[in-house]
Every structure is written in structure tokens, then in C-alpha cells.
């Protein structure tokens, strides 16, 4: 990792729609590495906003934290005007296909770590908010990119379709709450948070059960 490494957010508006409801949502896009290559975390909404921010840097790959439409909104078409891979965990193969359902993705099973700008990416698998929702880690740099997985007061929702509450919890409990305490969350709706600023409270969630 070099000393141009950095993360640049992107927010985007747009639709998210599941079981009958849709609401209006703002969301999170992570253009992640220097300033030479990057990966981009989620493709929600708008892919003028998202390729203005890349500029003329290569993509690496289009990385997604779960199969929610508004995370995948332009996933598709990103991929192509970047000329970039688009990841995502197979288990959420089926909400991708209700917002995609003639293209294809590639598994990021298949690439446990992902190497940018002179460091790694590395794919932790946290279903719970469904079940193939992931969230990216960068070691050296000391940041989570949690989609939905984790915000700061809490656990992303589990009361829809393909979610589960004792699954987040144990996710974020075995899986997050491992990484160092300083450790940077950065989230897939409004503001980040730290490991250490939300782990204090596992316990809490459980209690109120959501």
C-alpha cells in the first residue's frame, strides 16, 4: 500500500424495494485504492456519479456487499463501462435475478482476496442481513466496508425475506468483532462508525432482538 491509498464515498439516491414495499434511500459507494487502480464497493443507483468518481483509474473489480437492489442497482452496466469484474457472494444469487435477471456476476468465493493499489481486500462472508451478505476488509489500512451487515448502533435489518436475526448477530460477533478495535467501519447508509465504538453494546442488541 502506497501513501496515495485512500477511500472517496460516493452517496447516490434511489429506490430499494423488497416484499412488496419500496422506500427512497441514500447509499454509500466506496471508490477504494490510489491513484492508479481502485475497487469500487456496492453500485447503488447512479452510474455517472459512480464512473466521475473513478475518472480515468483501472478498476480492479465492482465489489458487492449483498444482493439488495439498491446495492446492485447498476452493477451490470458498471461492470461493462469500467470493464470490471462484479462480485458478489452466490448465496444471494436469487436477489440478484429478481433486479437482473439476464446477467451474470462473477462468485467472490472464488477470490478471497482481492489485490489493490498495493495491498489486499479480503472477503469475509456475514449473512444475516442475507444470506450471502459480505463485507470487505483492508488490513493494512485498518478499514470494514459493512454494506448492511453493520452500522453504527446496530445490526442491519432482518425482518424481510432471506434475513435472520441470531445469523447477524453471530456474524458480527465471530466474524467483525475479531478485527482490531480501531478499526474503521465504513457503512452502506449514512455515517461510519468503529469496531470498538459498537461492540460494547453486542449484548444490548441481543436484548431488544433486532
Known amino acids: 500500500m502506497n501513501g496515495s491509498f485512500r477511500t472517496e464515498k460516493v ?12 422506500w427512497e434511500v441514500s447509499n454509500n459507494v ?8 481502485v475497487v469500487v464497493v456496492d453500485a447503488a443507483h447512479e452510474t455517472a456519479a459512480i464512473i466521475d468518481a473513478v475518472g480515468d483509474r483501472n478498476v480492479v473489480a465492482v465489489l458487492c456487499t ?14 461493462v463501462e469500467l470493464c470490471a469484474p462484479v462480485l458478489l457472494h452466490p448465496a444471494d444469487a436469487v436477489l440478484w435475478k429478481a433486479t437482473h435477471p439476464e446477467a451474470s456476476f462473477w462468485s467472490v468465493e472464488s477470490h478471497p482476496r482481492i489485490g489493490v493499489a498495493g ?18 476488509y483492508v488490513p493494512e489500512a485498518g478499514q470494514l466496508f459493512s454494506g ?47 469496531i470498538g465504538a459498537e461492540s460494547p453494546y453486542l ?7 433486532h
Open 11 to 22: 452517496v447516490t439516491t434511489g429506490e430499494f424495494s423488497i416484499d412488496g414495499q419500496t
Open 119 to 136: 495491498t489486499e481486500v479480503e472477503v469475509i462472508h456475514t449473512p444475516g442481513h442475507s444470506h450471502g451478505s459480505t463485507c470487505f
Open 66 to 79: 449483498h444482493g439488495h437492489n439498491d446495492h446492485i442497482t447498476v452493477a451490470p452496466e458498471l461492470g
Open 148 to 194: 448492511d451487515t453493520l452500522f453504527a448502533g446496530g445490526p442491519g435489518a432482518t425482518g424481510r425475506s432471506y434475513s435472520d436475526f441470531p445469523t447477524i448477530i453471530g456474524s458480527i460477533r465471530d466474524r467483525l468483532f475479531s478485527l482490531p478495535t480501531n478499526t474503521r467501519v465504513n457503512t452502506g447508509h449514512g455515517e461510519g462508525t468503529t
Open 30 to 37: 466506496w471508490i477504494v485504492g490510489d491513484d492508479q487502480e
Open 203 to 209: 449484548e444490548e442488541w441481543i436484548a431488544r432482538g
